[in-house]
């Protein structure tokens, strides 16, 4: 498991350690602020504005088994590897709050639906990862299909 190619531990935000413990609890490649629309590789139309996703974990590619790792995603270094191994891949995107709430519902579900039409994985997952849940959205969550994950209290 490897935070070479992420933020030093000093530079990590709150939503970091919530993106830090769910990859030490599940595991495998995660590329942080992984980009959709304007700075994406498709052609957007004028006017565009760039979008980020909080993380993309590869779950599963056939172009490789990646070591487990959480890389902060860079253009010039990653985007052709990130391409080629996500193209038929199964992913999560991983969309990060301290609450459960609805803005990060919308960015989970405009999130998945970005990264399909930029990337073309095979299998596209929904994760909110939070501390604090609400048992309305959970509900919510529960029909979508998009699953919440909190880290075990201690």
């Known amino acids: 498991m490897s ?19 769910y990859w030490q609890a599940h595991g495998d490649l995660v590329f942080t602020e992984v980009p959709v629309g304007r700075d994406g590789p498709r052609q957007w139309p004028e006017g565009a ?7 993309v974990r590869i779950v599963s590619s056939e172009v490789e088994k990646a070591p487990s790792a959480i890389v902060a995603f860079s253009k ?62 959970e509900t919510v969550c529960d029909r979508r299909g998009i699953k919440v994950w909190m880290p075990p209290k201690r």
Do not use: M
């Open 49 to 55: 504005r760039p979008r980020r996703i909080d993380g």
């Open 76 to 137: 010039s270094r990653d985007a052709i590897r990130f391409e080629q191994t996500i193209l038929g891949a199964e992913v999560e995107v991983l969309e990060v709050k301290r609450s459960l709430d609805r803005v990060v519902l919308g960015q989970v579900i405009i999130g998945a639906d970005l990264l399909e039409i930029e990337y073309a994985p095979s299998k596209i997952d929904q994760v909110v990862i939070c501390e604090v849940g609400d048992p309305v959205l």
């Open 3 to 21: 935070l070479a190619n992420w933020k030093t531990s000093s530079k990590r935000t709150y939503e970091d350690g919530l993106i830090l413990k």
